[in-house]
């Protein structure tokens, strides 16, 4: 059975990143250097602040995370400082529970999410060379709108957005 729920303050963080780790290794194998890749716990809470971080719990168990922040004005990508533009981050499901639904009812509840605070759209970016993640937010609804170069990538990254209505 599936869970969605806001991660709450007895929700360990550790677990949290080790959840990322996993879900995004095989970007990292990529050699794609996504943050979430090796991020310590402390980047986890330090991305997490001002958002909305949601769990997937999968028969009881930590199974994928969302988290749904509002635009930012100091964002080095453009579309992300729209007014209007919510943002998707931090996605990641764990890999031997992935194509169950787990990832399309997180990316929902950061839709109501968005929607509830009066927000247009939904953005989210993930690197050009990662096509199967590029055609995972195709199905959801995303279109690309752009790229962006983030500091520090070795990569470009395509961004992505949703209408919400």
């Avoid at 980047?43 to 909305?52: D, E, F, M, V, Y």
Wanted: charged content about 20%.
């Amino acid at each position: 059975m599936l869970l969605i729920r806001q991660l709450g303050p007895a929700d360990s963080l550790e677990e949290l990143t080790r959840l990322l780790h996993r879900a995004y290794a095989q970007l990292g194998a990529m050699d794609l250097n996504y943050t979430a890749v090796n991020q310590p716990t402390e980047t986890t809470a330090r991305r997490l602040a001002g958002g909305c971080c949601f769990v997937a719990e999968w028969q009881g168990q930590l199974a994928g995370t969302a988290l749904a922040k509002p635009a930012e004005q100091t964002s080095e990508c453009e579309h992300f400082a729209r007014q209007g533009v919510a943002t998707l981050r931090q996605f990641g499901v764990e890999p031997q529970l992935q194509g169950r639904g787990i990832g399309r009812a997180l990316v929902q509840a950061c839709e109501r999410w968005a929607r509830e605070r009066g927000f247009r759209e939904l953005a989210l970016d993930t690197a050009e060379p990662a096509t199967h993640l590029i055609q995972l937010y195709s199905r959801l609804g995303f279109v690309p709108v752009g790229f962006v170069q983030w500091s520090g990538k070795l990569y470009r990254s395509v961004v992505m957005s949703k209408a919400l209505q």
